[in-house]
């Protein structure tokens, strides 16, 4: 297992019940998932746990768009583009830099601590762009918990992203990924993990969608892919034998 790394995607405060500004439906199921994950007996190569972490005003936010509601679309500019657009999902303030709704379940956390050297990506940190994927994100220097205010190392531009480049330096060749939301920001970092290389699994018993229908899909969606569903049968003693199995 030394080779594969465990990608923990943005199960922080905002996206969890019961108060949460975008909860996902039933999103707390997967805490005590992804903490046996943390376990000694899984002796991942690297553990990384992903962070939406937006600006104030930031493009996804409905509020930066009145009078547009949450959950509606917005055509816009995209912003390296003088003619390009693109469908913008406009969504509740969430995941506002320094918030408590922005920081990392304090369940998780506790277990990230007792673990150790869990890497923080940060991830929609550029008020102008939408960042659903964790390979697009920063990967911070400092292992959790990383301050509010951390600054993530320089990277070359246009080039491979950081999580894709910490990951091969770190020799990793294999990605199991959880969290939040499935037909979201899931789905965008296993679509990364594939299309940079890397044989992906995800396990869903540690993973919670926006919608059955959305979840359905996007599993069909990444299997086609080439992803490994692990799991699908609920939260039964099946999926860690099928995750070993995997694993081998």
């Not at 009145?66 to 390296?80: C, G, M, N, Y």
């Not at 018993?205 to 919608?211: D, K, N, V």
């Amino acid at each position: 297992m030394s080779d594969t790394a465990l990608i923990i995607v943005d199960v922080q405060n905002d996206f969890l019940p019961p108060s949460g500004s975008l909860a996902v439906p039933n999103g707390r199921a997967v805490l005590p998932v992804i903490e046996e994950l943390l376990a000694p007996e899984w002796e991942w190569g690297l553990v990384i746990a992903s962070q939406d972490y937006h600006p104030p005003s930031h493009i996804s936010f409905a509020s930066s768009h009145p009078p547009h509601q949450p959950f509606s679309e917005l055509v816009l500019p995209k912003h390296d583009s003088r003619n390009a657009t693109y469908t913008q999902t406009l969504w509740p303030d969430h995941c506002v830099q320094g918030t408590t709704g922005a920081e990392i379940d304090a369940f998780l956390g506790k277990a990230f601590k007792n673990r150790g050297g869990v890497r923080v990506v940060r991830k929609g940190t550029d008020p102008r762009i939408e960042a659903y994927s964790a390979f697009e994100g920063d990967v911070l220097s400092q292992s959790y918990p990383a301050p509010p205010d951390a600054k993530p190392p320089k990277v070359v531009p246009n080039g491979p992203s950081a999580l894709t480049d910490f990951l091969r330096d770190s020799k990793i060749e294999r990605t199991v990924i959880v969290g939040l939301a499935t037909d979201y920001c899931v789905n965008q970092t296993a679509i990364s993990s594939i299309l940079s290389g890397f044989p992906t699994a995800l396990l869903t018993p540690a993973m919670r969608g926006i919608s059955p229908e959305g979840t359905a899909a996007t599993l069909t969606a990444l299997e086609g892919m080439g992803g490994a569903i692990i799991g699908r049968d609920g939260n039964g003693e099946g999926w860690r034998s099928q995750l070993h199995e995997w694993l081998k």
